[in-house]
T-cell receptor
Framework: GQQVMQIPQYQHVQEGEDFTTYCNSS?????IQWYKQRPGGHPVFLIQ?????EVKKQKRLTFQFGEAKKNSSLHITATQTTDVGTYFC???????????FGTGTLLAVQP | DGGITQSPKYLFRKEGQNVTLSCEQNLNHDAMYWYRQDPGQGLRLIYYSQIVNDFQKGDIAEGYSVSREKKESFPLTVTSAQKNPTAFYLC?????????????FGDGTRLSIL
């Protein structure tokens, strides 16, 4: 079945450093969504990318959708302690119309 | 305010017992979902419903059951057949086709075995 993997599983950075998480799907995706889950909380929608090669920015966050629509990345510039949490990608692809969540990347930011 | 309400926040299950997790939404969303999240892991789909009186199994439906008698409500029953029920359970809803609109999540229910 369709699998969506994220790397790294865990990243620890000093406040002010940059951070990137990568999302890779075993099948071509119709689109990709990104969610953030704070510790003890629930996932909150951040953004959706639809077009091949699309890049979107939200303040210090940059999201990219690969040309082949099988991978995506989230880059955070100059991390802050408020960025702490697990970042999930999610996409619909293959023969299914279900949203498949990636394995997530836990970001820890040391002040 | 519109949103998704899950209850209870914490739940304990005894051996051989069925327990039901509540999920109610007032967003007028057609589709509702149940996910299971184990520590340090992603979300796995248990069941989903795209319309009242209809639901489909997700990837890990064994040991769980659902009903969708009302648009607003999608309760999940964890049966005694689920041998490892300890997890964080998240309910979500959305409007439109999967993947093209955001999913909105409730605050979750943490289920543990006594």
């Amino acid at each position: 079945g369709q699998q969506v993997m994220q790397i790294p599983q865990y990243q620890h950075v000093q406040e002010g450093e940059d951070f990137t998480t990568y999302c890779n799907s075993s099948t071509t995706l119709s689109n990709i969504q990104w969610y953030k889950q704070r510790p003890g909380g629930h996932p909150v929608f951040l953004i959706q990318l639809v077009k091949s090669g699309e890049v979107k920015k939200q303040k210090r966050l940059t999201f990219q959708f690969g040309e082949a629509k099988k991978n995506s990345s989230l880059h955070i510039t100059a991390t802050q302690t408020t960025d702490v949490g697990t970042y999930f990608c999610a996409g619909v692809g293959g023969a299914t119309n279900k949203l498949i969540f990636g394995t997530g990347t836990l970001l820890a930011v040391q002040p | 305010d519109g949103g998704i309400t899950q209850s209870p926040k914490y739940l304990f299950r005894k051996e051989g017992q069925n327990v039901t997790l509540s999920c109610e939404q007032n967003l007028n969303h057609d589709a509702m979902y149940w996910y299971r999240q184990d520590p340090g892991q992603g979300l796995r789909l248990i069941y989903y419903s795209q319309i009242v009186n209809d639901f489909q199994k997700g990837d890990i439906a064994e040991g769980y059951s659902v009903s969708r008698e009302k648009k607003e409500s999608f309760p999940l029953t964890v049966t005694s057949a689920q041998k490892n029920p300890t997890a964080f359970y998240l309910c979500a809803s959305m409007i439109g086709a999967p993947g093209f609109k955001p999913q909105h999540f409730g605050d979750g229910t943490r289920l543990s075995i006594l």
